[in-house]
């Protein structure tokens, strides 16, 4: 189930459908009765996504963002039934679910994982820590509630955290940590639109620039080299960039922590800011 997985790109924005399929196929020499369900019909209330939960979270509406079709019926012999998985979130965030797939009077299940992200934009930054991390950050990382970050505007999406941890006994003092921005813009349909032709004069890519350090900063504005500072993601792509720090001598210290942040733009359906905070550990 590609399209629904976060892995190979389950990005949709709010309120569109995103649709994928699997295949359910009899090779015995008898007639199978199937059911399907998901997990999450399970519990009452769905809690919030944590990184070992199987599922969360839940639409503000009380639907189940995942939902299967057919639910249930007959594959004769040497048949196949494809079944669809469709994915319609009502406001931004990380889901999970499991589709559970039971044969009449067979004590086994087979279970499929199923994970999708909603954004309010058609761009997206992944990588770095989140909320909910698609990247595995160093064991050395300090904890969020340490750090002393100040408040976000308004206007703010949301924030992102880039943690370098540099260690002073190795010889190039250079330390790189990467991101991914997505476009998520002609991944899912709008539910009226499901069945119509696709307008292929519409421009589907979207651009990103990272703004340069404020002078405030320092010598930390040459410390940072953002590559690419700038540039376009094709519809359903995603563009790595990579933040390399080279610590100023001033300001190393043994077990100093050095913050500082900068403006993520992202303008593709919508215009959108993050701001992405950048966090150096000076360790041996």
């Known amino acids: 189930s590609r399209g629904i997985n976060a892995e190979y790109g389950g990005h949709v924005m709010v309120g569109e459908v995103l649709m994928s399929n699997f295949t359910l196929t009899n090779k015995s020499e008898i007639d199978l009765q199937y059911s399907n369900s998901l997990l999450s019909e399970k519990f009452s209330v769905v809690q ?41 979130p009502d406001q931004q965030d990380s889901y999970r679910d499991v ?17 999708a992200h909603a954004w ?3 761009m997206y930054p992944v990588g770095g820590k989140t909320p ?13 509630d340490s750090l002393n970050l100040e408040s976000e505007p308004e206007e703010m999406v949301g924030s992102f955290y880039i943690f370098f941890v540099c260690s002073m006994s190795v010889e190039k003092q250079v330390f790189t940590e990467t991101m991914q921005i997505g476009n998520c813009r002609g991944a899912g349909t709008k ?25 405030d900063f320092g010598p930390l504005v040459k410390a940072l080299v953002v590559n690419p500072q700038k540039g376009t993601v094709d519809a359903g792509a995603q563009a790595t960039v990579s933040f390399q720090f ?12 050095i913050t500082f942040n900068t403006l993520l733009t992202l303008k593709g359906e919508t215009n959108e800011q993050f701001r992405v905070n950048f966090v150096a550990e000076i360790v041996e």
Do not use: M, W, Y
């Open 132 to 144: 909910n991390p698609s990247l595995t950050l160093h064991t050395l990382v300090p904890q969020l």
């Open 191 to 215: 539910p009226e639109l499901i069945g119509s032709k696709v307008d292929k004069g519409v421009k589907l890519s979207g651009d990103f620039v990272f703004d340069p350090l404020k002078a």
């Open 99 to 115: 589709v559970i797939v039971k044969l009449l009077n067979q004590p086994q299940e087979t279970r499929i994982a199923v994970s």
């Open 48 to 88: 919030g996504l944590s990184a070992d939960s199987e599922v969360g979270n839940s639409n503000a509406s009380g639907i189940l963002p995942f939902q299967c079709s057919p639910h249930s019926g007959t594959i004769k012999q040497g048949q196949s039934q494809e079944i669809c998985v469709r994915f319609t």
């Open 120 to 122: 309010t934009g058609s």
């Open 246 to 257: 080279t610590p100023p001598k001033e300001l190393v210290e043994l077990g100093a922590r």
